[in-house]
């Protein structure tokens, strides 16, 4: 395993699926009466993040918990960072107060790598969303859920059709999922309107679809995406009638799926835009799920990273 | 690497344990058995086989130390393994340890804080097909297969039937 988590594209299918079967393996243990383990006592993670988030924060937070480790969160709205302080001196000063770990969300694209490789901390680094680029625990957590529902334990995910729904072009969820899931042999169609696929997403390993309804039922797992209104400029689509009625899984929809299909949301949810309550809270919906295995996923990433002789001050990827 | 323990020499020790295990505990009625992987798991289920074929069955269980070991930051981490306890639990019984080479201790150390998370055990002793000695903590074995002197150079190697395809414990240079 890596010293960092950066990318779904520094990870082989074995990586990814020695992660999965760790997390596996922790469900097990944590399933009983087993709630915390020692396995990080005295080591320090450190929270940095430069977004909002709630779930991916609290889940990592819970996760580093679980394994006995201190937890430093650090958010930037009202820290020094809007006093004008840089990511490297930030990063520095964390790792002064002994941080081994930090786990960074930042709003530019290729953040948590430079925080990995330009030798300004000798910390392991794990990216928790940088700006459109990629969430891989998010792609992880959503492969383990898609896994454990297909009974696909200790195998891979081929055979399994996986729809992404909503805006690709904004999403780093959609991204990382993309390439995690077919690397791991799923085939993916991801669906959105022409105006909001990313350029270049031919040179992705998906089908491009523009037709929900055409592909809604063939699909084993439909995995929409949050219409994040903070990247828009409001010019993307005409209404978010309009969107909802064309990209939206509302109960009309339901109809179509497949028996024994799933219905997965990274959260949070806009209810009554790209999923109505109708959908989010039926029997096929995993939502919930998706988040109880982001703590295991992350306890597996955080177990597999922080273990093993620690390389101080290397800050270079192997 | 010369041979110290043949198959029937394992044998003999390990069904010498479950005598022992049964003498001292008055029975079997009260015992549990957990092993610790990979190879302890083996050898917890043959001395179970032995108690049954000499008194009566136990329960056999696994244990998973992986997390609680005390050099998770100098060594690549291990893959987990699942625990499972013995059906009855382990709760106010006799549970005997089971692994194969009792060396530093610190294995032992990590496995006696699992069990605390699990429960409460009335006792929990300890076996081990071989003694190796050299102790970094103050822990010992109640039943040993085999007390093997070795220094620190030599390496001692146990491979059994079920995981390796023989049986045999040897010793050799590093």
Same mark, same amino acid.
């Given at each position: 395993?890596?010293?960092?988590?950066?990318?779904?594209?520094?990870?082989?299918?074995?990586?990814?699926?020695?992660?999965?079967?760790?997390?596996?393996?922790?469900?097990?243990?944590?399933?009983?009466?087993?709630?915390?383990?020692?396995?990080?006592?005295?080591?320090?993670?450190?929270?940095?993040?430069?977004?909002?988030?709630?779930?991916?924060?609290?889940?990592?937070?819970?996760?580093?918990?679980?394994?006995?480790?201190?937890?430093?969160?650090? #958010?930037?709205?009202?820290?020094?960072?809007?006093?004008?302080?840089?990511?490297?001196?930030?990063?520095?000063?964390?790792?002064?107060?002994?941080?081994?770990?930090?786990?960074?969300?930042?709003?530019? #694209?290729?953040?948590?790598?430079?925080?990995?490789?330009?030798?300004?901390?000798?910390?392991?680094?794990?990216?928790?969303?940088?700006? @459109?680029?990629?969430?891989?625990?998010?792609?992880?957590?959503?492969?383990? @859920?898609?896994?454990?529902?297909?009974?696909?334990?200790?195998?891979?995910?081929?055979?399994?059709?996986?729809?992404?729904?909503?805006?690709?072009?904004?999403?780093?969820?959609?991204? #990382?999922?993309?390439?995690?899931?077919?690397?791991?042999?799923?085939?993916?169609?991801?669906?959105?309107?022409?105006?909001?696929?990313?350029?270049?997403?031919?040179?992705?390993?998906?089908?491009?679809?523009?037709?929900?309804?055409?592909?809604?039922?063939?699909?084993?797992?439909?995995?929409?995406?949050?219409?994040?209104?903070?990247?828009?400029?409001?010019?993307?689509?005409?209404?978010?009638?309009?969107?909802?009625?064309?990209?939206?899984?509302?109960?009309?929809?339901?109809?179509?799926?497949?028996?024994?299909?799933?219905?997965?949301?990274?959260?949070?949810?806009?209810?009554?835009?790209?999923?109505?309550?109708?959908?989010?809270?039926?029997?096929?919906?995993?939502?919930?799920?998706?988040?109880?295995?982001?703590?295991?996923?992350?306890?597996?990433?955080?177990?597999?990273?922080?273990?093993?002789?620690?390389?101080?001050?290397?800050?270079?990827?192997? | 690497?010369?041979?110290?323990?043949?198959?029937?020499?394992?044998?003999?020790?390990?069904?010498?344990?479950?005598?022992?295990?049964?003498?001292?505990?008055?029975?079997?009625?009260?015992?549990?058995?957990?092993?610790?992987?990979?190879?302890?798991?083996?050898?917890?289920?043959? $001395?179970?086989?032995?108690?049954?074929?000499?008194?009566?069955?136990?329960?056999?269980?696994?244990?998973? $130390?992986?997390?609680?070991?005390?050099?998770?930051?100098?060594?690549?981490?291990?893959?987990?393994?699942?625990?499972?306890?013995?059906?009855?639990?382990?709760?106010?019984?006799?549970?005997?340890?089971?692994?194969?080479?009792?060396?530093?201790?610190?294995?032992?150390?990590? %496995?006696?804080? %699992?069990?605390?998370?699990?429960?409460?055990?009335?006792?929990?002793?300890?076996?081990?097909?071989?003694?190796?000695?050299?102790?970094?903590?103050? $822990?010992?074995?109640?039943?040993?297969?085999?007390?093997?002197?070795?220094?620190?150079?030599?390496?001692?190697?146990?491979?059994?039937?079920?995981?390796?395809?023989?049986? %045999?414990?040897?010793?050799?240079?590093?």
């Amino acid at each position: 395993m890596n010293r960092h988590l950066l990318s779904v594209e520094d990870l082989t299918s074995d990586d990814a699926l020695h992660i999965l079967d760790t997390a596996h393996e922790l469900s097990r243990i944590t399933d009983g009466a087993i709630r915390k383990l020692p396995t990080l006592r005295g080591r320090t993670v450190v929270n940095l993040f430069f977004e909002d988030s709630t779930r991916t924060r609290l889940s990592f937070e819970a996760a580093a918990k679980r394994l006995s480790a201190d937890v430093i969160s650090f #958010s930037a709205k009202g820290s020094s960072v809007s006093k004008g302080e840089s990511l490297k001196d930030t990063a520095q000063t964390l790792e002064a107060m002994g941080a081994e770990l930090i786990i960074i969300r930042h709003g530019s #694209s290729g953040a948590a790598a430079r925080l990995a490789n330009s030798g300004w901390v000798g910390a392991h680094v794990i990216n928790a969303g940088d700006g @459109t680029h990629e969430h891989p625990t998010q792609a992880l957590l959503d492969a383990y @859920t898609i896994r454990s529902h297909f009974d696909k334990r200790g195998g891979n995910l081929s055979g399994i059709h996986v729809g992404i729904v909503g805006d690709i072009l904004h999403s780093r969820v959609a991204r #990382s999922n993309a390439l995690l899931l077919t690397k791991l042999g799923a085939s993916v169609t991801v669906v959105a309107p022409p105006t909001l696929m990313p350029i270049g997403v031919e040179s992705w390993p998906v089908n491009v679809s523009f037709n929900f309804d055409e592909v809604l039922p063939q699909l084993d797992a439909v995995m929409m995406l949050r219409i994040q209104s903070e990247r828009m400029d409001e010019s993307y689509f005409p209404s978010e009638r309009e969107y909802s009625r064309m990209y939206g899984l509302g109960s009309n929809r339901m109809k179509l799926l497949k028996s024994g299909s799933i219905i997965m949301h990274p959260g949070p949810m806009n209810r009554g835009l790209e999923i109505a309550s109708a959908a989010a809270d039926d029997d096929k919906s995993v939502i919930l799920e998706q988040v109880q295995n982001g703590v295991l996923v992350r306890m597996a990433v955080l177990y597999l990273t922080m273990g093993g002789p620690q390389l101080i001050s290397e800050g270079v990827t192997p | 690497m010369s041979l110290v323990l043949d198959q029937n020499e394992i044998a003999r020790s390990l069904r010498r344990i479950a005598h022992e295990i049964i003498e001292r505990n008055r029975g079997t009625e009260n015992v549990v058995l957990m092993g610790i992987p990979t190879r302890g798991v083996t050898l917890a289920s043959r $001395i179970a086989d032995f108690l049954a074929s000499i008194g009566s069955p136990v329960s056999v269980g696994t244990l998973d $130390i992986t997390m609680y070991r005390d050099d998770i930051a100098l060594r690549p981490p291990k893959a987990l393994v699942p625990t499972e306890l013995p059906v009855e639990g382990i709760q106010s019984r006799d549970l005997v340890l089971v692994d194969d080479v009792l060396f530093s201790g610190r294995t032992i150390r990590a %496995a006696l804080d %699992a069990i605390g998370e699990l429960g409460r055990p009335s006792t929990v002793q300890l076996a081990v097909l071989v003694d190796r000695g050299h102790r970094e903590l103050p $822990i010992r074995a109640d039943y040993v297969g085999k007390n093997i002197p070795t220094n620190f150079r030599e390496t001692v190697r146990v491979q059994l039937l079920e995981v390796d395809g023989l049986d %045999a414990v040897e010793v050799g240079e590093r």
